[in-house]
């Protein structure tokens, strides 16, 4: 019997996959990725009534069947509730979950599961009517708040409201657009979530979106981005450095309109890294060597895909903050591909 230290300098010494796990396998035989989105929020993962998915959320899934499978159409997407996405990724329903999840250390550590890279950077955040003339959450002393259960916004809402005695009283609710039918009939005071969420929320639903108003204050940190299981290193490696190399692509300045051209004109070593022209960078993750030069290529770079679901020009007007380049002052930071 080999013993193990002597596997694991073979498996260096000959570049063997020993800790490839069966994802990438079973993704391929079944041409197409299992993606868990959220059932309806508009900017981040929200269908039309043709069926089609959009969203910054889906447009990770769709980069990255872009670079597993050569096409960005070969996802299919699994609407769920925030109570049901963990069971789906833990069980195999899905091979990926990029559903508005916040990264914390009990998700990372105690559930199976591994956090990846983050796509959104927010804060939980509360939406009120203008006509009340609140300006800040701490104006909510014995106020009526409609959450969402199974999330992190949950508990944050009965630790801001403990620290600072404000005895909020939660009306909690398992379903997204219960919570939203509940606020805007009027059953909630306020309302909390990401507020990225409360941004998606009220350009959708609101009657007339200037009748609500989202509060300064936020109340915590929350990293989004999407999860796969533990125990397949190959499948966590993919899908990080796709959302990586998003960033390094917006960095470099390559967009999917000028990835083509720049096969055949640039001289410049990180980008011809990039789009597959130098180093052989796919064979690294299991995948061929424009892997990213096609996610790009359909799907864009990371600002081609935040401002086309949340940016300023779309009905969230999102400005991009902390979710700007480290270059730009945010906290956006993809790792280098060398």
């Known amino acids: 019997m080999i013993k193990k230290t002597t596997f694991g300098l073979l498996c260096m010494l000959v570049s063997l996959h020993c800790f490839a796990g069966k994802t990438l396998d079973s993704i391929r035989q079944k041409d197409q990725i299992s993606c868990g989105v959220n059932t309806g929020l508009a900017g981040f993962g929200a269908s039309d009534s043709q069926g089609r998915w959009t969203g910054l959320d889906v447009d990770i ?13 070969k996802v299919r997407f699994v609407p769920l509730s925030a109570p049901q996405r963990f069971t789906a ?6 091979d990926i979950l990029s559903r508005n999840t916040t990264f914390s250390m009990t998700r990372d550590a105690a559930m199976g599961l591994h956090q990846t890279a983050v796509t959104f950077y927010d804060g939980q955040g509360f939406m009120v009517p203008a006509r009340m003339g609140i300006k800040s959450a701490k104006q909510l002393k014995n106020a009526t708040v409609c959450v969402q259960s199974g999330t992190t916004t949950e508990k944050n809402l009965t630790d801001f409201s403990r620290a600072n005695k404000l005895d909020i009283k939660p009306i909690v609710f398992e379903k997204l657009e219960a919570a939203n039918a509940a606020y805007f009939s009027g059953r909630c005071k306020a309302y909390t979530t990401d507020a990225s969420g409360l941004a998606s929320i009220r350009s959708r639903e609101a009657k007339n979106p200037k009748d609500h108003v989202i509060l300064p204050d936020l109340i915590s940190k929350e990293p989004l981005g ?8 190959e499948w966590f490696a993919i899908t990080k450095w796709v959302i990586f190399g998003l960033l390094e692509a917006e960095e470099y300045q390559i967009t999917s309109s000028n990835v083509e051209s720049l ?3 640039s001289t410049d070593p990180a980008v011809m890294r990039l789009i597959g022209k130098s180093d052989d960078m796919g064979k690294l993750l299991g995948l061929d ?7 790009i290529a359909q799907v864009g770079n990371y600002q081609e895909i935040f401002d086309r679901n949340v940016g300023e020009k779309t009905p969230l007007a999102l400005k991009r903050g902390l979710n700007a380049l480290w270059s730009s002052g945010g906290l956006q930071y993809g790792m280098p591909i060398r």
């Open 61 to 73: 899934c769709r980069a990255i069947a872009a670079a597993v499978l050569g096409s960005a159409d």
């Open 89 to 94: 990724l833990q069980s195999g329903e899905i």
């Open 226 to 233: 999407p999860m796969v299981r533990r125990g397949d290193d």
């Open 263 to 265: 096969k055949g004109t």
């Open 289 to 295: 060597k424009e892997w990213l030069a096609k996610a």
